[in-house]
């Protein structure tokens, strides 16, 4: 088993959808929480940065752990072409290294 | 504000040709720096990390070496590539807080032919 679970999709959803993007881990020594957004032939972009359990929101954009569970999720709002990209998801211990997820591919189309 | 520059964006090179990348970041002071290499449908695979001047850790042994010259300089370089050396490299860094996040540049695509 991965330690970093991450569907590869591709998530194709129309323009306005809400879309939700979610990776599960295996690691409970796992307390930092990170997403990231990739666009073609570029660099990731940080997104979201949480530490532990529950939500935080920036604009359109909210994540949420669930330490319980392991399970976290990336939600968008009124999701926008301009939001295809590549979402990873990425998350560490006490390590400053962090272990990524492979990526979802998301396809917003008008 | 922190920012990494990477160079060139795009590289064609020999099979046996050898690779000089490198990585320069501004902004900050005795960062942490990464080297990853994206594979397509693979994620991102950690290379080395280097603590300060001259401190390389190495993840994954291979032809590739890196060296930490000056305390924003990171470099990526190989003597012999190989196909399977094709990838994304992306630098990465984070501050004097190693609880922040990393930050990425803009990466150099390499092909090998």
């Known amino acids: 088993q991965k330690e970093v679970e991450q569907d590869p999709g591709p998530l194709s959803v129309p323009e306005g959808a809400i879309v939700s993007l979610n990776c599960t881990y295996s690691?409970?020594?796992?307390?930092?929480f990170m997403w990231y957004r990739q666009y073609s032939r570029k660099g990731p972009e940080l997104l979201m940065y949480t530490y532990s359990s529950g939500n935080k929101e920036d604009g359109r954009f909210t994540a949420q752990v669930d330490k319980s569970s392991k399970y976290i999720s990336l939600f968008i709002r009124d999701s926008q072409p301009s939001d295809s990209a590549t979402y990873l998801c990425?998350?560490?211990?006490?390590?400053?290294?962090?272990?990524f997820g492979r990526g979802t591919s998301l396809i917003v189309h008008p | 504000s922190q920012t990494i520059h990477q160079w060139p964006a795009t590289l064609v090179q020999p099979v046996g040709s050898p690779l000089s990348l490198e990585c320069t970041v501004e902004g900050t002071s005795n960062p942490n720096l990464y080297w990853y290499r994206q594979a397509a449908g693979r994620g991102l695979q950690l290379l080395f990390y280097s603590v300060g001047i001259g401190q390389i850790s190495s993840e994954v042994p291979q032809n590739l070496s890196a060296s930490r010259p000056q305390d924003r300089q990171f470099i990526l370089s190989s003597k012999k590539l190989l196909l399977s050396d094709s990838g994304f490299y992306l630098c990465?860094?984070?501050?004097?807080?190693?609880?922040?996040?990393?930050?990425f540049g803009d990466g150099t695509r390499l092909s090998i032919l």
């Open positions: 990425a998350m560490r211990g006490g390590s400053y290294i962090p272990t």
């Open positions: 990465a860094l984070t501050g004097t807080d190693s609880n922040q996040p990393q930050h």
């Open positions: 690691n409970s020594a796992f307390q930092y």
